[in-house]
C-alpha cells in the first residue's frame, strides 16, 4: 500500500513524465514529418539492392563517405573489367555496422577494398550518434542492425542536433533555398558514387584544410575498431573473398604531427594484417589541396581520378 | 556525471524513487550514498578526500564542543582548519605556489626548478572544504550546536545537488533540515522542476551556444578586431553567468524535488548599478562566506578607513585566489576590491550614482573588465585582449562595407546560429527573470489553467531541445574550482 506521500510523488512523477512523453511525441513527430526524400542517408538502400544487383566479377568498395567521393567506379570497371559496387556511405555509421548491413552481401569469388577513414578507426565501432540516427530515420529496417545500449546513448545525445539540423533545413525549403550539397540521394550513380558537377572544384581553402586535417587523424585506432576491422576482414576471407586495404587521401602540405600520426596508423595497421593486404602505402596516397573538395579525406573530381588510377596500378588483380 | 551528463537523467529519477519509497528516517542513506556515487563517477578516489574532510570535521567540531577550555577548542579549530586547508593547499596552489617561486629564480637567472606534485584536483573541492570549515567555525564561534549524527553531518559535506559548485551552504541552513521530517512537497517540487528547466536553458541555450565565440576570440585574441574583443568579453560574462546560475537553478531545483531547500546564489547580478550591488547579487554564498568568515573577523568596516580598505584588498583577492591558483584570479579578484575601495570612498564623499540608465551599464562594463582577466589563460593574455579592444575600431567599420568581412569581423565563422541563439537566449533570460523578480511569472503560472500551464511546458522543452547546443563536451566552468 502507497502511503499519502507516496501518492503524492507518484501523482508528480506521472505528471512530469506524461509532459516528457507528450515533448518526445511532438520531436518525434516533427522529425517524421521532416524526412528528406532524397537524403543521403537513402544511399544505402540503394547502395544494398546495388550488392543484390551487381554480377561477378566484382569489386566492392568498403569505408565512409571518403570512399563514395573519392573513388571513381565508373573508371575502374573501364579499365579492368570489373563490376563495382561502391557501399561507402558515412564513416560515422562505425565499423560494426558496416560489418552487420554490408560484409553478409559479399560471398565468394568478390573482391573487397576497405578503404578505412580516419574516423572509422579512432571512433568507437559502434559508430557517430548523429549519423545513426539519420540512418534509421531514413533506412527504419536497419533499426535492428544499430540499437544496443551504446547507440542509444550515443543517438538520444545525438537527437538535439540532428534535430536542429532538420529544422533549419525545413526553413530553408520554405525560404526556396535551394540544397547546392553533393550529399544527396539523387547525386548517387549507378555504382554507388556520388558523383555531381560540383565536384569540379575545391571548395575549402589551403589553410582550413591543413587545419582540418591536423585535427583529422588520431596516432591510435580504436582498440575496439581495429579488432572489428580484422574480425571483418577474416570472415570474408574465410568466404573466399580476396580483400585489400588501402588509405584514406591525406594533405600532402599536411603539418608534422598529423603526418607522424598517419605515419603511426599505418604502422598499427601494417602490424594487424598481412603485407599482401595493402594497397600500395599512405605516401602513395597524398594529394595537393587543391585535388580535395570539402574535407580532409573527400577528393573532387580531379582528385578521385588519380586515387583510382593509383589503385588500379597498385592492386594485384586483373579480370 | 553533472547535470548536463545524459546519465544524470537515469541517476535523478532512480534517486527520487529510491528516497521516497524509504521510510523517513532512512532517507539520510539512500542520499549519502547517492552522493557519493554521484562524485565518485568522475573519480572513484575523489570519495576518500571527501570522507577525510567529513571525518576530520565532525571529529574536530565535536571536540570543539565538548570542551570549556578556550586553547582546546582553539586548537581543534586549528587541527580542522590546518587539515581543510592543508588539503586544498596540496591540491590546488602547492604547484601554483612552487612554479611562481621558480619563475622568481628563473628572473634571477637561476636555473633552479621546484619539484611540482602531479595531482589531479578533485572537482568542487574549493566548494565543500568551504562548506565543512564553516561548519567548525559556526560551532566554535557557538553559532550552532555540534551533531552527534555523522551519517547526517557526511550528508551536509555532500549533498549531491550542491557538492561540486554550491551553492555553499551554511551549517545553520542546511543541517537541520537533514533533521527534519522532509515528506515530498508537491508545490516544492512543481517550484523545483521550474527551477531545473530553467537552469538547463541557461546553460545549454545560452552559455553552450556562447562558448564558441568566447573560445575562439580568447585562444586567438590577434585574429580579431577590438570590437569583437570586446563583444565576446561581454559574452564572457553571460557564459559564465548562465553557465554558473544554471548549474545553480539545477542544484536548487533538485533538492527542492528531494525536500530540502537551497540559499539563493544569484539575483540578476547585471541589473547592478554598482559593484557593491554586483557582489551583493553575485555568487551570494561564496560572497556572504568571505564577509563572514574573512572580512568580519579582519575587522571589517569596524577600524580606520585604512584598514577597511585593506581589509576588502584582501578578502578579494582571497576570493581571487579561492577561484584558481592562476595569477589571473588574484588579479581578477584584486581589481574587484579596488573598484569596491574606490566605491566606498566616493560613498564617503557623497558621491553615489544611484541605479540608474547609465549606473547599470558602467558596473557592467567595469565587471566585464574583470572578466578578461579571469577568462584568459595568462595576465599578459588579458592585458593584451584589453589593449587591443580599442584598437580595430577603423578595421571594424571598414568592414561593414563588405558582408564577407563583416561576418569574419563579427566571429561569425563560429556559428552565427549559435551566436545568435544565444543572445535571443539573454534577451529572453533577463526579461523572464524581471518580471521573476517582481513575482509576475510565478503568479501567471500559478492562475493559468492547467492545459494552458502543460502546454507551455511541452513548448519550453521543445524549444529547450532546438536551441540547445548538445554537440560538444561543455562542462561546467565553476566545477575547475
Redo the contacts between chains.
Keep these: 500500500m502507497l502511503t499519502q506521500e507516496q501518492k503524492l510523488f507518484l501523482r508528480f512523477s506521472c505528471k512530469a513524465i506524461g509532459l516528457a512523453l507528450v515533448a518526445f511525441a511532438v520531436v518525434a513527430l516533427l522529425a517524421l514529418a521532416s524526412r528528406n526524400s532524397d537524403s543521403y542517408a537513402r544511399s544505402l538502400a540503394k547502395k544494398e539492392s546495388l550488392l543484390g544487383a551487381t554480377a561477378a566479377p566484382r569489386l566492392i568498395v568498403m569505408g565512409g563517405s571518403g570512399s563514395a567521393i573519392g573513388f571513381d567506379s565508373k573508371l575502374f570497371k573501364e579499365k579492368t573489367g570489373v563490376n563495382v559496387v561502391n557501399t561507402g556511405v558515412f564513416a560515422g555509421f562505425g565499423l560494426r555496422f558496416i560489418e552487420r548491413v554490408i560484409v553478409p552481401h559479399v560471398g565468394k569469388g568478390d573482391i573487397v577494398l576497405i578503404l578505412p577513414e580516419y574516423e572509422l578507426l579512432h571512433q568507437p565501432p559502434g559508430g557517430d550518434g548523429h549519423i545513426l540516427l539519420e540512418t534509421v530515420l531514413e533506412n527504419p529496417s536497419h533499426v535492428v542492425d544499430i540499437l544496443n545500449p551504446h547507440t542509444v546513448v550515443a543517438m538520444t545525445r545525438a537527437l538535439p542536433g540532428w534535430f536542429r539540423g532538420r529544422l533549419e533545413s525545413i526553413a530553408h525549403k520554405i525560404s526556396g533555398k535551394q540544397s547546392s550539397s553533393v550529399y544527396s540521394l539523387k547525386n548517387v550513380n549507378a555504382f554507388g558514387d556520388i558523383d555531381s558537377p560540383l565536384l569540379d572544384e575545391s571548395i575549402i581553402s589551403p589553410e582550413d584544410m591543413a587545419k582540418a586535417t591536423e585535427s583529422f587523424i588520431r596516432p591510435q585506432a580504436d582498440s575496439g575498431s581495429l579488432e572489428t576491422l580484422v574480425r571483418m576482414t577474416a570472415s570474408m576471407k574465410e568466404k573466399g573473398v580476396k580483400v585489400f586495404i588501402s588509405w584514406a587521401p591525406l594533405l600532402e602540405s599536411a603539418p608534422t604531427s598529423t603526418m607522424q600520426a598517419a605515419q603511426s596508423r599505418e604502422a598499427e595497421l601494417r602490424k594487424a594484417f598481412p603485407s599482401s593486404t595493402f594497397v600500395g602505402s599512405q605516401k602513395d596516397f597524398m594529394y595537393p589541396a587543391g585535388l580535395f573538395y570539402d574535407a580532409p579525406t573527400h577528393l573532387n573530381d580531379a582528385g578521385r581520378t588519380q586515387r583510382t588510377q593509383k589503385i588500379i596500378k597498385l592492386m594485384p588483380i586483373r579480370p | 556525471m553533472s547535470f548536463v551528463d ?1 546519465r544524470f537523467l537515469v541517476f535523478f ?1 532512480l534517486v ?2 529510491a528516497n ?2 524509504t521510510p523517513a528516517r532512512f532517507r539520510w542513506i539512500v542520499l549519502l550514498a547517492a552522493s557519493y556515487f554521484f562524485y565518485m563517477s568522475w573519480k572513484p578516489e575523489y570519495g576518500l578526500i571527501l570522507l577525510a574532510i567529513t571525518v576530520l570535521d565532525f571529529v574536530s567540531a565535536l571536540m570543539i564542543g565538548k570542551s570549556d577550555s578556550h586553547a582546546k577548542r582553539k586548537a581543534w579549530l586549528m587541527v580542522s582548519l590546518v587539515g581543510n586547508i592543508g588539503l586544498l593547499f596540496v591540491f590546488k596552489y602547492f604547484n601554483f605556489i612552487f612554479d611562481s617561486i621558480s619563475s622568481v629564480f628563473h628572473a634571477f637567472g637561476s636555473d633552479t626548478s621546484l619539484p611540482l606534485l602531479n595531482l589531479l584536483l578533485p572537482i568542487g573541492i574549493s566548494f565543500h572544504v568551504f562548506q565543512s570549515i564553516s561548519y567548525t567555525i559556526d560551532v566554535y564561534m557557538r553559532r550552532v550546536e555540534p551533531v552527534n549524527h555523522f551519517g547526517k553531518f557526511a550528508l551536509y559535506v555532500a549533498f549531491f545537488p550542491q557538492l561540486v559548485a554550491g551553492p555553499i551552504e551554511r551549517p545553520k541552513t542546511l543541517l537541520p533540515q537533514f533533521f527534519e521530517d522532509r ?2 512537497n ?1 508545490e516544492l ?2 517550484r523545483g ?1 521550474h527551477l531545473m528547466a530553467w537552469g538547463f536553458f541557461k546553460k545549454l541555450v545560452i552559455a553552450d551556444n556562447l562558448a564558441p565565440l568566447v573560445n575562439a576570440a580568447f585562444a586567438t585574441p590577434a585574429d580579431f578586431p577590438g570590437p569583437t574583443l570586446a563583444l565576446a568579453a561581454a559574452l564572457f560574462a553571460y557564459q559564465i553567468y548562465c553557465d554558473f546560475s544554471g548549474y545553480t537553478d539545477i542544484a536548487r531545483g533538485a533538492a527542492n524535488i528531494l525536500g530540502y531547500e537551497l540559499v539563493l546564489n544569484f539575483n540578476r547580478p547585471y541589473a547592478s548599478g554598482s559593484v557593491g550591488e554586483f557582489w551583493k547579487r553575485w555568487h551570494i554564498s561564496l560572497s556572504s562566506w568571505f564577509r563572514d568568515y574573512v572580512y568580519i573577523p579582519l575587522g571589517g568596516n569596524r577600524g580606520s578607513a585604512s584598514r577597511t580598505r585593506s581589509n576588502l584588498l584582501a578578502t578579494f583577492l582571497l576570493s581571487g585566489l579561492w577561484h584558481g591558483a592562476n595569477w589571473t584570479y588574484v588579479i581578477w579578484g584584486g581589481i574587484n576590491g579596488v573598484y569596491l575601495v574606490i566605491e566606498n570612498a566616493l560613498a564617503k564623499r557623497g558621491i553615489t550614482i544611484g541605479k540608474s540608465l547609465f549606473s547599470v551599464p558602467l558596473t557592467f562594463i567595469l565587471i566585464c573588465v574583470t572578466w578578461v582577466f579571469f577568462r584568459a589563460e595568462t595576465v599578459s593574455g588579458a592585458v593584451s585582449i584589453l589593449a587591443r579592444i580599442p584598437t580595430g575600431i577603423p578595421e571594424f567599420l571598414s568592414s561593414l562595407t563588405s558582408i564577407d568581412a563583416m561576418r569574419h569581423v563579427l566571429a561569425m565563422d563560429y556559428g552565427l ?1 549559435a551566436l545568435l541563439i544565444g543572445v535571443l537566449g539573454i534577451i529572453f533570460m533577463e526579461t523572464v527573470d524581471f518580471f521573476r523578480s517582481r513575482g509576475i511569472v510565478h503568479a501567471r503560472l500559478s492562475t493559468a489553467s492547467a492545459p494552458a500551464r ?1 502546454a507551455l ?2 513548448a519550453f ?2 524549444a529547450l ?4 547546443s ?2 560538444g563536451a561543455h562542462q561546467f566552468i565553476y566545477f575547475q574550482f
Design positions: 545524459i529519477p527520487l524513487i521516497f519509497l515528506r515530498f508537491p517540487a512543481r522542476a546560429q502543460y511546458y511541452v522543452a521543445i531541445v532546438c536551441a540547445g548538445f554537440g
